[in-house]
């Protein structure tokens, strides 16, 4: 069956990427069998010099690409608020600056939108893999069926952010992104899950994530815990969790975000949560 669908890629960048990171995030994108539609990349501020230089290369070399300028950074949450706003297709697929989307990633995403009209979320597993030398570390398994997602949000995100593929409307009528530091994705499939939006994974690796030390370092200490406790609050006011279920999700998080040192917490995040 032929692909009828458009779609836009929303992206977004910052200072601190790494250009040659982000060249090879764009050509996994675009060198798909199922090319996009349009490509809505956020310049979240300053981004460096190389960078731009990308950015009007493939600008000028594809007249589907198209950039979000934000004066001043205004953190991933805000980035994607901005770009989901201007992207013009209703079907809009996440990508990372620094990952790599597997050849078949969006037409297996498409195909899935075609054959359920109700579908509102879609995403899939991911492969961790080193920075550097692209070796596989862990794969992120997430739950497959609607409901199975339902019920792991109550617990943590039920999706790997940097490959799904959503509805522009339904992520709008939940409230679009927000500035909600370190969790912008979990606290907008919370809201679609209120909004009892239908939710699905694809159970197969649909892009690959480069991880590093750094990443388990940003998932510890006070900020973040402090983030989560108010996604624990969020859940807690929407009726999603109990008063037991809040104190014990509270309890754990404590316990690996602040008690943890970093090198116990990555070995937590690799062995428990994949």
């Known amino acids: 069956m032929e692909n009828n669908l458009k779609f836009s890629v ?11 990171f982000f060249k090879e995030a764009l050509d996994s994108v675009i060198n798909q069998t199922r090319q996009p539609d349009e490509i809505v990349i956020v310049e ?21 690409i198209k ?19 201007q992207c013009s297709f209703n079907i809009v697929a996440r990508m990372d600056s620094d990952d790599i989307s597997l050849p078949d990633r969006f037409k297996k995403q498409i195909k899935c939108f075609e054959n359920d009209k109700d579908l509102s979320v879609l995403g899939g597993y991911i492969e961790e893999i080193d920075a550097q030398s692209l070796k596989t570390l862990s794969r992120r398994i997430v739950p497959i069926a609607d409901t199975e997602i339902k019920k792991r949000v109550k617990l943590r995100s039920p999706f790997n952010h940097p490959c799904v593929m959503f509805k522009k409307s339904d992520v709008l009528f939940a409230g679009n992104y927000r500035n909600f530091h370190f969790f912008e994705d979990y606290d907008l499939w919370v809201r679609m899950s209120a909004k009892n939006l239908k939710m699905q994974n694809i159970g197969e690796v649909l892009l690959k994530m480069r991880s590093n030390a750094d990443l388990y370092k940003r998932r510890g200490g006070w900020k973040y815990f402090k983030s989560n406790k108010a996604l624990q609050d969020e859940l807690l006011q929407l009726k999603m969790i109990s008063n037991t279920r809040y104190l014990f999700n509270l309890f754990v998080r404590f316990t690996v975000q602040v008690l943890m040192p970093n090198f116990a917490r990555s070995l937590f995040y690799r062995i428990f949560l994949r």
Request: aromatic residues 8%; negative net charge; hydrophobic residues 40%.
């Open 44 to 64: 979240d501020g300053i981004v460096p010099e190389e960078i731009k230089q990308i950015l009007s290369e493939y600008k000028d070399k594809f007249d589907f």
């Open 10 to 20: 929303l992206m977004s960048v910052y200072a601190k990427d790494n250009p040659a």
């Open 67 to 85: 950039s979000v300028v934000l004066e001043k950074n205004c953190g991933l949450g805000i980035a994607l608020q901005k770009g989901l706003e």
